[in-house]
């Protein structure tokens, strides 16, 4: 299983780089990107093209199936995050024969505050899309994590709807993404108590799979950077 596991990590590293759902200065835009934290970044990672390319997405179905098979073996219900963790949520459920559900997107919803502002001028309707039963063990799926912000919004908005469905003796304690990019996540899931899983460690793991796919000056652009991102901020 190891084996076949690493071949998919590098086959989707390898789809991700090609199909440019990995964006570099050196390639794409030589400005670089902004990000919402307001860091200068030299790359710029877009999963949410992941159903563009069916037979990536279906590597990434295969490879979070074993990745869950193996961290959260309890699990018995997959929940997509809006928008970019539906589909990956769906190839998990094509996979493995999870059931699969997924939150609604809450506009200007950036804190778990603003989240539940927004449930009180939401009325009645659902926060999640699908089948919640008693006893569900689920896990929350989305195509990234940076900051763990976003993760913690997704479940309180499930919790949330947990309540208004009456439904008892649901545990929602873990989070699947197919990239974490090292910016702090697993502390801040540790500390929200949650079991946070990664198929692929950007710094560890992503990166030095695209050694022999980028030019020798991008990938040294980019390792340089992770390394210490606050001597390339303007």
């Known amino acids: ?130 089948v919640v039963e008693d006893g569900d063990v689920l896990c929350i799926v989305d195509d990234l994590v940076t900051g763990m912000e976003s993760k913690l919004i997704a479940r309180a908005q499930i919790q949330a709807e947990i309540v208004r469905r009456e439904v008892q003796n649901v545990i929602c304690d873990d989070v699947a993404v197919v990239l974490d990019r090292k910016q702090g996540a697993k502390m801040k899931a540790v500390k929200a108590g949650i079991r946070l899983h990664s198929l692929i460690d950007f710094v560890d793991e992503g990166l030095p799979l695209l050694q022999n796919s980028m030019d020798s000056e991008e990938y040294k652009l980019i390792a340089n950077y992770l390394a210490d991102p606050s001597g390339y901020q303007p």
């Not at 030299?42 to 992941?50: A, D, E, G, T, V």
């Not at 929940?79 to 506009?107: N, Q, Y």
């Not at 950036?110 to 926060?127: K, P, W």
């Open 1 to 130: 299983m190891t084996d076949n596991l690493g071949k998919l990590k590098q086959d989707i590293m390898s789809d991700i780089y090609q199909n440019r759902m990995l964006l570099t200065a050196s390639r794409d835009k030589k400005e670089g990107w902004t990000l919402v934290s307001g860091l200068w970044s030299p790359f710029y990672i877009q999963l949410r093209l992941l159903s563009s390319f069916p037979e990536t997405l279906k590597k990434v179905g295969r490879a979070m199936t074993m990745l869950l098979n193996e961290k959260a073996p309890n699990v018995n219900k997959v929940v997509g995050v809006a928008f970019a963790g539906i589909p990956i949520a769906t190839a998990i459920s094509l996979d493995s024969g999870l059931p699969a559900c997924h939150t609604r997107k809450m506009l200007g919803v950036r804190t778990e505050e603003d989240l539940h502002r927004a449930i009180r001028e939401y009325g009645q309707h659902s926060l999640v899309e699908g």
